[in-house]
């Protein structure tokens, strides 16, 4: 596998490099520095791009391309955000999906159930109320480590969905309906308008099917999908700027070694504290954009299967690079919409990959470059270790 | 300067105990600012646990302690670092996978007001105090001699860079008294020299010194003064000729060692 995956390196890479030498005079009038600018730059765009290419292979038949892209793009948010609090901080929270549905509901409560608030200023309210909750569910209990914590906070999912199921205040049972579109920006039909492509025998051709941009309708999905991935966008810039900081420094120090984080001068249960609530936060803007684009939640749509999926993105794809995790959540969503046909397998498979990864590639299929060089000096230790015995 | 001002750091009556064991009893020592104060002692003698209630990893169960005449009871352990103690441990204890320059970092942190807004949005505070913090970082590799793998991570790194690399990830948090827990433990004469010479140098630049050591030729040929316990009294203070010369020491410690010599 790794000889394939490296193989496939070293032949892409004289070709990305010949794209890349061929767009520097765009990255140089853009004002980036390096050849990886604007690689990045098309990388991000054929992104943005998907849901109008509906290129073959990857397009979904069965189900809506854009739809399925939004979905993908609420796990890589939810991932993300999950990432700061496994990865970096080291705290198991197996109750995540508590804050996707506080986002979520929050935005129902403004927005539908209980006034009339347009999305957008539902949204920074959302954060603000799933970051208070990260707090309050992590103050009294950030004090406890390790197994404990992810008892608790498994505990905490379920207690949100209970609560949202006998509280009418929240809908009860039934739920909130009818959760608005977030407003459409511009004229009716649109700023402009983007044509989809269709594919047929390997060429493309022009679709009837338009996207009005910045439209946020019911049928179309695409303007979700933007939405979501410049805010993952927004979210992955943020990750980078604070995990390379003091910050960054305190979560990892505090996962290592607690004890010794906090005699070397690191306040460990107030960085515990800030990965829970910033994660809180991450989760509940997921949840937010999740209401908006399906209109309807109720308690059963938080269920703590949910918070095992998002816990099975981050580990799958290895605790603590965001990369992986973002990877990690593209497999555990994209693949069950993909392959539809083997949907009901799709616990069955997550299972059987998770005791396969768990296994094997204890720090997950992309684990950081530090990880992969603890795995091998523990492992060359143990060699050295077996070898004394012997003599 | 008054015998007060001169005193950096004072045990008074420092008892602690574990159920019925009896770590610390009854200890007052004082350090005086800018000496290589040695504690010496058999094992179990009470050594660590004298460091532990330092840096206020255990509470005494009597007694006080304070640095530079402030109380360090009811202070958190992060609290009473960035006040000035750091210390190394006796059982090598990095943080593992980060790199040895994240490693001192996170000593330099200590000062360092970045939070998540500073972070976030790369204020002047933050760019004024990151990179110094980085330089300072890389220097104090540079002085441990653990300066040309800043980037590996600390697992991969040879045993006794770990232990030096312990050292500069203490001095990192700008120390008023660094405390040393067997530094030399495992190393060869020639490493142990150097650390002898490392020791020296750390006091010229400023710091106070309080280091526990097995090795009498490194702790007699480094400090000003020692103290020395046995079943967690203490037994005798004084220069290093003093102690050699001191009967209930030698009856104690080197006595001991005679003693594990005739079993041998
Ligand atoms: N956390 C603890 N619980 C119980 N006993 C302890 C604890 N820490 C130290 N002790 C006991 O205190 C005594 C002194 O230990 P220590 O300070 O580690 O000795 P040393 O001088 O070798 O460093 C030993 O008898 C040890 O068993
Ligand atoms: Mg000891």
């Not at chain 1, 700023?191 to 390997?202: R, V």
């Not at chain 2, 006794?160 to 120390?175: H, K, S, V, Y």
Request: glycine residues 10%; hydrophobic residues 45%.
């Amino acid at each position: 596998m790794n000889n394939i995956i490296s193989g496939l390196r070293a032949r892409l890479a004289p070709v990305a490099d010949r794209v890349g030498t061929a767009l520097e005079p765009v990255g140089r009038v853009l004002g980036m520095k390096s050849v990886k600018y604007p690689l990045r730059t098309v990388g991000v765009l054929l992104i943005y791009a998907l849901p109008i290419l509906h290129l073959p292979l990857i397009n979904t038949e069965n189900s809506d391309f854009s739809g399925v892209l939004f979905t993908v793009g609420t796990y890589v948010l939810v991932a993300l955000g999950l990432n700061i609090v496994i990865g970096y901080a080291g705290l198991l929270d197996l109750g995540y999906v508590g804050f996707y549905a506080v986002g979520a509901y929050t935005v129902g409560v403004v927005t539908s159930e209980h006034g009339q608030w347009p999305f957008f200023l539902a949204l920074p309210l959302a954060l603000v109320v799933t970051m208070a909750s990260g707090v309050l569910l992590g103050a009294p209990t950030l004090r406890v480590r390790g197994d404990y914590l992810a008892i608790v906070t498994m505990g905490f999912g379920e207690i949100i969905r209970i609560v949202a199921r006998n509280t009418d205040w929240l809908g009860g049972a039934g739920g909130i309906n009818s959760i608005p579109s977030p407003p459409d920006i511009g004229p009716e039909e649109g700023l402009f308008q983007i044509p989809h492509l269709s594919w047929q025998y390997g060429y493309p051709t022009i679709d009837d099917r338009v996207t009005k941009v910045l439209h946020f309708g019911v049928l179309d999905a695409t303007p979700y999908f933007w939405m979501i991935l410049t805010t993952i966008i927004l979210v992955i810039c943020a990750d980078m700027l604070i995990k390379n900081s003091r910050v960054g420094r305190a979560w990892e120090a505090t996962r290592e070694d607690e004890d010794v984080a906090e005699l070397m001068g690191v306040p460990t249960f107030k960085f515990k504290l800030l990965a829970f609530a910033m994660g809180a936060c991450i989760g509940g803007l997921a949840g937010a954009m999740y209401a908006t684009r399906v209109g309807f939640i109720n308690p059963p749509s938080f269920p703590l299967m949910l918070s095992l999926l998002f816990v099975a993105a981050v580990v799958i794809g290895g605790a603590g690079n965001r990369w992986g995790a973002i990877l990690g959540a593209v497999i555990v969503a994209y693949l069950p919409e993909r392959f539809r046909e083997f949907a009901d397998w799709r616990l069955l498979v997550f299972g059987i990959a998770l005791i396969v990864i768990v296994s094997f590639r204890t720090q997950g299929l992309f684990p950081g470059r530090q990880k992969k060089r603890v795995a091998q000096a523990e492992k060359e230790v143990q060699k050295l270790e077996e070898g004394a015995e012997i003599v | 300067m008054s015998e007060s001002e001169d005193i950096l750091l004072e045990l008074e009556a420092v008892t602690i105990k574990f159920g019925g064991v009896v770590a610390l009893d009854d200890v007052s020592m004082t350090i005086k600012k800018g000496e290589i104060l040695g504690l010496i002692g058999p094992n179990g003698a009470g050594k660590t646990t004298c460091f532990n209630v330092i840096t206020g990893v255990y509470a005494a169960t009597s007694g006080t302690i304070s640095l530079d005449g402030k109380s360090l009871a009811k202070r958190k352990r992060y609290q009473i670092t960035k006040l000035g103690i750091a210390r190394t441990f006796q059982n090598i204890r990095l943080f593992p996978s980060m790199s040895a320059l994240d490693n001192v970092l996170v000593g330099a942190d200590v000062h360092s007001k970045v939070g998540l807004l500073r972070a976030l949005f790369r204020t002047p505070y933050f760019r004024r105090v990151e990179p110094e913090n980085k330089r300072r970082a890389v220097e104090l590799l540079e002085l441990v001699g653990v300066g040309a793998q800043p980037d590996e991570i600390s697992v991969n790194l040879s045993y006794g860079d770990q232990r030096r690399l312990e050292i500069a990830r203490a001095l990192a948090t700008n120390p008023k008294l660094i405390c040393l827990d067997e530094p030399a433990a495992g190393f060869n004469p020639a490493e142990k020299l150097r650390l002898m010479d490392l020791i020296r140098q750390i006091r010229d630049l400023g710091f106070t010194v309080l280091v526990v050591e097995h090795d009498m030729k490194l702790v007699m040929g480094v400090c000003d003064r020692i103290v020395v316990l046995e079943f967690g009294r203490k037994i005798a203070e004084g220069t290093p000729s003093e102690i050699q010369k001191n009967p209930a020491v030698i009856a104690a410690y080197l006595g001991t060692e005679e003693a594990d010599d005739d079993a041998a």
